[in-house]
């Protein structure tokens, strides 16, 4: 794939970019869902190969022949690689993150390029669809503006992570990007998209929260966060580690929801990696695993911090406060039941 000479003089109103890793089967789908002729004189559409074994190169040069507003770059391997190489080569006054698997939903196109015009905010955040499920971030438009209003904002994006802070489905300003020297980790692959949110919504003046849902989420085969194996566990170790790196020069109300942050995710190792339905070993091993996992300092400090209210209004924090009081067993319990619960939605 030959990457295109960059006219840097036309400056589009949103840059979408595309991490594409062997994505042959998706790609075509995942463009095809960008091109609306009402509203590709304001979208670059990025596409950013990063050491493919399949015909994703190929494909992506075929879409770039097809499409107009469609430019392919190559970047070593890696997602966060990926993004870092759309930033670098992106001109929009917004960057929009969309998985190569995703789409965005038929007809909402036009509502991201609405926002990207009226937004006074740093931060945009959409619903998406999943498995024929809308799950939105908010019943109405709202935007958190000053400092106390981002501080509550960020709070609530960090104690529910999985709802909030994927990168994908959210438009971000350029400007606030590059001002800040801000990129992704290369040396994370868990967690590596909230690690970046911690940061990049530390300089946010405004953040919105939309009422609608744009993004497609799709669900092919196993991915990272779905599949079995232990090295996850040092994954994201390694990723909350580095946010919490960041956190210590934050407010002690923003390492408070640190805390939940951290267990939220100790949470998702447990019911993904430990107690999933794709490891078959024993018990008793499961339960060792869970026990030297709350022993790692940043999860163990988490744990301390985590109380029974804080559950009340996120069952996710269950598994730590179980934790806490030394009954393991329950915490078990509770990630099998959320583990079952995955695998029955991913696999109907």
């Not at 190169?57 to 075929?62: L, R």
């Not at 951290?262 to 339960?287: E, G, P, Y």
């Amino acid at each position: 794939m030959k990457e295109p000479v960059y006219d840097m003089k036309r400056q589009p109103l949103l840059s979408v970019v595309i991490p594409a890793y062997n994505a042959e089967n998706t790609l075509a789908a995942c463009i095809g869902s960008l091109e609306d002729s009402t509203c590709n004189r304001y979208i670059e559409i990025l596409v950013v190969e990063n050491g493919s074994t399949d015909n994703t190169d190929s494909i992506i040069e075929s879409l770039c022949n097809k499409y107009d507003n469609v430019k392919g770059f190559h970047s070593p391997k890696g997602v966060s690689n990926a993004r870092n190489a759309g930033i670098e080569k992106a001109a929009g006054q917004w960057i929009l993150f969309v998985d190569a698997d995703d789409e965005i939903i038929k007809g909402k196109l036009s509502v991201i390029v609405r926002y990207a015009q009226d937004s006074a905010s740093d931060l945009v955040l959409f619903g998406h669809e999943k498995a024929g499920q809308i799950l939105l971030i908010s019943d109405t438009d709202k935007i958190w503006s000053g400092e106390e209003a981002v501080a509550s904002a960020r709070e609530l994006m960090m104690e529910r992570p999985t709802k909030y802070m994927p990168v994908w489905g959210k438009l971000f300003k350029r400007n606030l990007i590059t001002d800040h020297d801000l990129r992704f980790d290369p040396e994370l692959t868990m967690a590596e998209d909230s690690e970046f949110l911690i940061r990049y919504t530390h300089y946010c003046k405004a953040i919105e929260f939309s009422k609608e849902a744009v993004y497609q989420y799709n669900l092919y085969g196993d991915s990272a966060v779905r599949t079995f194996n232990y090295e996850n566990v040092q994954a994201y170790t390694r990723s909350m580690k580095a946010s919490a790196a960041f956190v210590r020069q934050e407010s002690s109300r923003m390492k408070e929801a640190f805390y939940k942050y951290v267990a939220v995710h100790m949470t998702l190792i447990l019911v993904r990696t430990v107690f999933c339905m794709q490891n078959k070993d024993s018990l008793s091993r499961k339960l060792s695993v869970e026990k030297r996992i709350s022993r790692i300092p940043v999860f163990a400090r988490a744990v301390r911090h985590i109380s029974l209210r804080d559950c009340k209004g996120n069952p996710a924090l269950l598994p730590a406060y179980f934790i806490k009081g030394g009954h393991f067993h329950a915490a078990a319990f509770v990630c099998r039941v959320r583990a079952y619960s995955n695998h029955k939605k991913e696999n109907p």
